[in-house]
């Protein structure tokens, strides 16, 4: 399979506690977006990179997220001492900037349940 | 920043027939507007796109069009099948500007009558 993936698909945890999740994008492509998706809503920016560089962030990011995309391949994004308001579905796209074909191509999400 | 209205919320169409769902957006500056469809438990999936300097695109049985002096998109379905329930999301954004991500509306829930 060659779309972007992402672990784990499901996290439930206690409030308070850190989490961790991780995407690896289509490969090759140079752009890796996360947001963030509540129940009946559309998904919400949160940040991207392009390369490893972080380039945006949207203001939904609070200081207790913070995403990483080291070597320019696969991202993580950690949520820490998490709140029942971060139940959510989160989403991570990729794109090849710079080709003229920057369609973002989304994984299957990981889901987080905060009790 | 850029807002996205969608409507309706939720569409009941009989199978086979047509089904439209309708964008409107406010920044003139977005200039790539996509849709996505979004089954329970999965990713968006692109289904369809257009760039501002395109009215329409045909996908099969898939239609976009778009109206920059009123600012509006739509999605056009036609010849439905059951397989096309799912949620629509319509999304915009200025490509090439200061902010690289998608704004979506909150989405169209499609069903499709037997």
């Known amino acids: 399979d060659t779309g972007v993936s992402q672990d784990p698909r499901h996290k439930i945890t206690k409030r308070g506690q850190n989490v961790t999740f991780r995407c690896d994008p289509i490969?090759?492509?140079?752009?890796l977006y996360w947001y963030r998706q509540t129940l009946g809503q559309g998904p919400e920016f949160l940040t991207y990179f392009q390369n490893e560089a972080q380039l945006e962030k949207s203001r939904l990011l609070s200081d207790r997220f913070s995403a990483e995309r080291p070597k320019g391949s696969f991202s993580t994004l950690e949520i820490q001492r998490t709140e029942q308001g971060d139940s959510a579905m989160y989403l991570c796209?990729?794109?090849?900037?710079?080709?003229?074909?920057?369609?973002?191509?989304f994984g299957p999400g990981t889901r987080l349940l905060v009790l | 920043g850029e807002n996205v209205e969608q409507h309706p919320s939720t569409l009941s169409v009989q199978e086979g027939d047509s089904a439209v769902i309708k964008c409107t957006y406010s920044d003139s500056a977005s200039n790539y507007f996509p849709w996505y469809k979004q089954e329970l438990g999965k990713g968006p999936q692109l289904i369809i796109d257009i760039r501002s300097n395109v009215g329409e695109k045909k996908d099969q049985r898939i239609a976009v069009t778009l109206n920059k002096t009123a600012k509006h998109f739509s999605l056009h379905i036609t010849e439905t099948q059951p397989e096309d329930s799912a949620v629509y999301f319509c999304?915009?954004?200025?490509?090439?500007?200061?902010?690289?991500?998608?704004?979506f509306g909150k989405g169209t829930h499609l069903i499709i009558q037997p």
């Open positions: 796209a990729s794109s090849s900037a710079g080709t003229g074909q920057e369609t973002q191509y």
């Open positions: 999304a915009a954004i200025e490509r090439g500007g200061g902010a690289d991500g998608l704004t």
């Open positions: 490969s090759e492509h140079n752009r």
